[in-house]
């Protein structure tokens, strides 16, 4: 049987991060893109050397030309520019709006068939964009955010309740930003609602609060802390599980930005909601009861996103 290929469309930090983990995970065969001449190139052949010592008989050719990605099985896109510190994720609209045309256009003429994987920011915005760009179908053009927002939910919860993080299952709904939902009723340890063991007396809901907060803002927490862009490897991680499930048809329940058409009472956008992976890209939406609360803080987060698609339409007249 043939290798899989992975496409990674940007090759700056996340780019390289994912080349690395789907290189040492041996997912396929790797082609790192980017418009910067020398570095998709210099950074292939570096992690090629890393072949011999971790073991890996991935290739991975760094490139400049679309053409190179033709035939990929799974495309992930992190072109574009990263925030600094002071800066929201919506900031980068304009620029990554033009990054994620290219891309689209790119992905439509050499690469059809795959399944796409968005990471660039503001997310909920440029999936929409670049699935409308690519004209690709619906089910496989998803953004990568729920997997990532729930694993720095998990991370903290587990740090809350001195566990370990495999016994973690936490849920985040909703866009990729301040407004994003985190979802306490959803959230367990061992299957035990947070909730519950705040009955139990091992924490408070004021603690709880906190955990939902610095979760929310748990990207600009490391963009101060970094200084000159944003977290990379957990955003790689992310993707990279997303990627998996795609290639294993493993009917993996996450929480992804995927187009919603008529679920939640949504359509026409692209938000965080748990959805099905597996072979057939975003197969199935899951529409999950929502307390009053959770439901008007998801509503606040859908109409964020929408304020980004109106402004998405006013820069490029060709978005429908
Ligand atoms: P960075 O290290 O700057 O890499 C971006 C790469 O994109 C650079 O190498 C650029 O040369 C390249 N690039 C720019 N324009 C184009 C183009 N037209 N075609 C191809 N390549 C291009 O950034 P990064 O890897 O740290 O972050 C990438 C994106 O992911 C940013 O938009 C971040 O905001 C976003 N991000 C999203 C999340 C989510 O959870 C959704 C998390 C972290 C970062």
Redesign the pocket.
């Known amino acids: 049987m043939a290798r899989k290929k992975i496409a990674l469309?940007?090759?700056?930090?996340?780019?390289g991060t994912l080349a690395h983990l789907a290189a040492k995970k041996e997912m396929g065969d790797i082609v790192l893109?980017?418009?910067?001449e020398g570095?998709p190139q210099g950074k292939a052949l570096d992690l090629a050397q890393c072949g011999p010592i971790e073991g890996f008989d991935a290739q991975i050719k760094g490139t400049n030309d679309y053409a190179d990605i033709a035939g990929a099985d799974v495309i992930i896109v992190?072109?574009?520019?990263?925030?600094k510190p002071g800066m929201s994720?919506d900031d980068?609209l304009g620029i990554?709006l033009s990054?994620m045309k290219?891309?689209g256009e790119g992905i439509k003429n050499h690469a059809p068939d795959a399944f796409v994987i968005c990471?660039?920011?503001p997310?909920d915005a440029m999936v929409w964009a670049l699935r409308e760009f690519s004209g690709l179908p619906h089910n496989k053009v998803v953004?990568?955010?729920g997997v990532?927002d729930s694993a720095r939910f998990a991370t903290f919860l587990a740090w809350e309740f001195g566990v370990s993080v495999k016994d973690v299952n936490a849920f985040v709904l909703g866009g990729?930003g301040d407004t994003m939902v985190p979802v306490l009723e959803y959230s367990t340890i061992s299957g035990i609602p947070v909730t519950d063991l705040v009955k139990m007396g091992k924490s408070s809901t004021e603690r709880l609060n906190e955990i939902v907060a610095r979760t929310r803002s748990g990207?600009g927490e490391i963009v101060a802390l970094l200084k000159t862009?944003?977290?990379?490897y957990a955003?790689a991680t992310s993707a990279i599980a997303m990627a998996e499930a795609y290639l294993g048809d493993q009917k993996r329940i996450l929480p992804c930005a995927v187009y919603v058409d008529g679920q939640y009472g949504l359509d026409g956008l692209y938000v965080g909601v748990p959805v099905v992976i597996g072979a057939g890209g975003a197969e199935e939406v899951v529409e999950i009861a929502l307390d009053a609360e959770a439901k008007a803080n998801f509503q606040v987060s859908v109409d964020a996103v929408k304020e980004l698609l109106v402004a998405c339409r006013a820069i490029d007249g060709s978005l429908a």
Do not use: E
């Open positions: 469309i940007g090759a700056g930090m996340i780019g893109f980017d418009i910067a570095i992190t072109a574009g520019v990263p925030r994720r980068l990554n990054v290219a891309v990471i660039t920011n997310l953004g990568m955010a990532l990729h990207g862009g944003s977290a990379y955003p």
